[in-house]
Protein backbone atom coordinates (compact mmCIF):
# COMPACT_ATOMS: atom_id res chain seq x y z
CA UNK A 1 0.00 0.00 0.00
CA UNK A 2 1.82 3.51 -0.95
CA UNK A 3 2.17 5.73 2.16
CA UNK A 4 -0.56 8.41 0.69
CA UNK A 5 -3.44 5.70 0.43
CA UNK A 6 -5.71 5.35 2.53
CA UNK A 7 -7.28 1.99 3.33
CA UNK A 8 -10.86 2.23 2.87
CA UNK A 9 -11.83 -2.08 3.41
CA UNK A 10 -10.53 -5.01 4.26
CA UNK A 11 -13.22 -6.79 2.26
CA UNK A 12 -16.21 -9.36 3.43
CA UNK A 13 -14.98 -11.18 6.61
CA UNK A 14 -18.42 -12.66 7.23
CA UNK A 15 -19.28 -15.19 10.18
CA UNK A 16 -17.04 -17.39 11.72
CA UNK A 17 -17.43 -19.19 15.29
CA UNK A 18 -13.94 -20.56 16.94
CA UNK A 19 -13.68 -22.37 19.75
CA UNK A 20 -10.91 -20.11 22.10
CA UNK A 21 -7.58 -22.11 22.86
CA UNK A 22 -7.19 -23.31 26.71
CA UNK A 23 -4.58 -20.31 27.55
CA UNK A 24 -7.14 -17.87 26.19
CA UNK A 25 -6.42 -16.85 22.20
CA UNK A 26 -7.89 -16.90 19.20
CA UNK A 27 -7.24 -18.20 16.05
CA UNK A 28 -8.23 -16.12 13.29
CA UNK A 29 -9.30 -17.92 10.46
CA UNK A 30 -6.82 -18.45 7.30
CA UNK A 31 -9.08 -16.16 4.89
CA UNK A 32 -9.30 -12.95 7.52
CA UNK A 33 -5.75 -13.42 7.94
CA UNK A 34 -5.22 -13.57 4.23
CA UNK A 35 -7.22 -10.63 4.05
CA UNK A 36 -5.90 -8.67 6.72
CA UNK A 37 -2.39 -9.25 5.18
CA UNK A 38 -3.37 -8.44 1.48
CA UNK A 39 -4.47 -5.19 3.01
CA UNK A 40 -1.41 -4.17 4.53
CA UNK A 41 -2.69 -4.86 8.02
CA UNK A 42 -0.28 -5.75 10.90
CA UNK A 43 -2.20 -5.03 14.06
CA UNK A 44 -5.64 -5.08 15.16
CA UNK A 45 -7.42 -2.65 17.92
CA UNK A 46 -9.95 -4.14 20.10
CA UNK A 47 -12.47 -1.44 21.90
CA UNK A 48 -15.80 -2.07 23.81
CA UNK A 49 -18.99 -1.46 21.67
CA UNK A 50 -21.56 0.62 23.07
CA UNK A 51 -24.00 -0.87 25.25
CA UNK A 52 -23.27 -4.34 24.30
CA UNK A 53 -20.86 -7.23 25.98
CA UNK A 54 -18.62 -7.16 22.78
CA UNK A 55 -15.84 -5.60 20.96
CA UNK A 56 -14.53 -4.33 17.75
CA UNK A 57 -11.18 -5.04 16.14
CA UNK A 58 -10.29 -2.88 13.78
CA UNK A 59 -6.96 -2.20 11.87
CA UNK A 60 -5.19 0.53 13.04
CA UNK A 61 -5.84 2.77 9.85
CA UNK A 62 -9.32 2.66 10.34
CA UNK A 63 -9.74 2.66 13.78
CA UNK A 64 -10.67 6.91 13.24
CA UNK A 65 -12.98 5.27 11.35
CA UNK A 66 -14.64 3.76 13.81
CA UNK A 67 -14.62 6.63 16.41
CA UNK A 68 -16.41 8.42 13.55
CA UNK A 69 -19.07 6.19 13.53
CA UNK A 70 -19.90 6.24 16.99
CA UNK A 71 -18.86 9.73 17.20
CA UNK A 72 -22.63 10.28 14.84
CA UNK A 73 -24.45 7.09 15.89
CA UNK A 74 -24.10 8.68 19.77
CA UNK A 75 -23.64 12.66 19.31
CA UNK A 76 -23.38 12.92 23.14
CA UNK A 77 -20.21 10.39 23.07
CA UNK A 78 -17.78 13.38 22.61
CA UNK A 79 -18.77 15.04 25.30
CA UNK A 80 -19.92 11.58 28.02
CA UNK A 81 -17.16 11.63 30.70
CA UNK A 82 -17.43 7.76 30.19
CA UNK A 83 -16.92 7.86 26.36
CA UNK A 84 -12.60 7.27 26.55
CA UNK A 85 -14.02 3.88 27.19
CA UNK A 86 -15.42 3.56 23.75
CA UNK A 87 -12.88 6.14 21.78
CA UNK A 88 -9.88 4.51 23.59
CA UNK A 89 -9.20 0.58 21.63
CA UNK A 90 -7.35 -1.67 24.59
CA UNK A 91 -3.83 -2.77 23.90
CA UNK A 92 -3.23 -3.17 19.66
CA UNK A 93 -2.80 -7.64 18.58
CA UNK A 94 -0.92 -8.56 16.27
CA UNK A 95 -1.34 -12.72 15.47
CA UNK A 96 1.29 -14.97 14.94
CA UNK A 97 2.59 -17.36 12.19
CA UNK A 98 -0.49 -19.57 12.93
CA UNK A 99 -3.06 -16.78 13.28
CA UNK A 100 -3.34 -16.86 16.62
CA UNK A 101 -4.54 -13.75 19.05
CA UNK A 102 -4.26 -12.98 22.38
CA UNK A 103 -6.59 -10.40 23.75
CA UNK A 104 -5.94 -7.97 26.35
CA UNK A 105 -7.35 -9.43 29.49
CA UNK A 106 -10.23 -6.42 30.50
CA UNK A 107 -11.19 -6.86 26.50
CA UNK A 108 -11.64 -10.28 27.07
CA UNK A 109 -13.58 -9.96 30.56
CA UNK A 110 -15.75 -7.12 29.02
CA UNK A 111 -16.91 -9.24 26.28
CA UNK A 112 -17.29 -13.05 28.41
CA UNK A 113 -14.42 -14.30 26.41
CA UNK A 114 -13.10 -17.50 27.99
CA UNK A 115 -10.46 -20.65 27.60
CA UNK A 116 -12.31 -23.13 25.63
CA UNK A 117 -15.93 -21.11 25.15
CA UNK A 118 -16.92 -20.06 21.68
CA UNK A 119 -16.73 -16.67 19.76
CA UNK A 120 -18.43 -15.55 16.98
CA UNK A 121 -16.63 -13.25 14.49
CA UNK A 122 -18.72 -11.09 12.29
CA UNK A 123 -17.81 -8.15 9.95
CA UNK A 124 -17.43 -6.15 6.60
CA UNK A 125 -15.21 -4.12 5.44
CA UNK A 126 -13.32 -2.07 7.95
CA UNK A 127 -14.04 -3.93 11.24
CA UNK A 128 -15.16 -6.77 13.36
CA UNK A 129 -16.84 -7.93 15.75
CA UNK A 130 -16.46 -10.25 18.27
CA UNK A 131 -18.89 -12.19 20.55
CA UNK A 132 -19.18 -14.64 23.36
CA UNK A 133 -21.23 -17.56 21.73
CA UNK A 134 -24.08 -17.00 24.10
CA UNK A 135 -23.91 -13.08 23.56
CA UNK A 136 -24.57 -13.32 20.07
CA UNK A 137 -26.98 -15.62 20.62
CA UNK A 138 -29.10 -13.62 22.77
CA UNK A 139 -28.02 -10.25 20.71
CA UNK A 140 -29.63 -12.01 17.68
CA UNK A 141 -32.66 -14.06 19.46
CA UNK A 142 -33.79 -10.28 20.25
CA UNK A 143 -33.11 -9.07 16.62
CA UNK A 144 -35.66 -11.81 16.04
CA UNK A 145 -38.32 -10.93 18.59
CA UNK A 146 -38.10 -7.50 17.35
CA UNK A 147 -38.10 -8.38 13.75
CA UNK A 148 -41.44 -10.89 14.30
CA UNK A 149 -43.21 -7.90 16.02
CA UNK A 150 -42.59 -5.41 13.22
CA UNK A 151 -43.86 -7.91 11.20
CA UNK A 152 -47.07 -8.69 13.27
CA UNK A 153 -47.29 -4.79 14.02
CA UNK A 154 -47.39 -4.77 9.86
CA UNK A 155 -49.62 -7.62 9.40
CA UNK A 156 -52.22 -6.16 11.84
CA UNK A 157 -52.49 -3.11 10.20
CA UNK A 158 -53.04 -4.51 6.84
CA UNK A 159 -55.44 -6.21 8.45
CA UNK A 160 -57.04 -3.26 9.84
CA UNK A 161 -57.16 -1.03 6.93
CA UNK A 162 -58.85 -4.21 4.74
CA UNK A 163 -61.23 -4.16 7.08
CA UNK A 164 -62.03 -0.46 6.76
CA UNK A 165 -62.16 -0.80 3.23
CA UNK A 166 -64.64 -3.51 3.36
Not at 9 to 37: A, F, K, N
Not at 65 to 76: Q, S
Request: glycine share 6%; hydrophobic share 40%.
Amino acid sequence: MKANEQLTSIGLIGRHEITVLDDGRIILPSDIVHLLQAAGVKKLYPAEIPGLKALVLCPEQLWNRWVAHLETKFPTIKTHPGARAYLTPFKPVAWDSQGRISLPALASNHAGIRARGTVVIIGNTYYMELWAEDEFSKIRQGCEDALRKTDQQQQDSEDSDADVRS
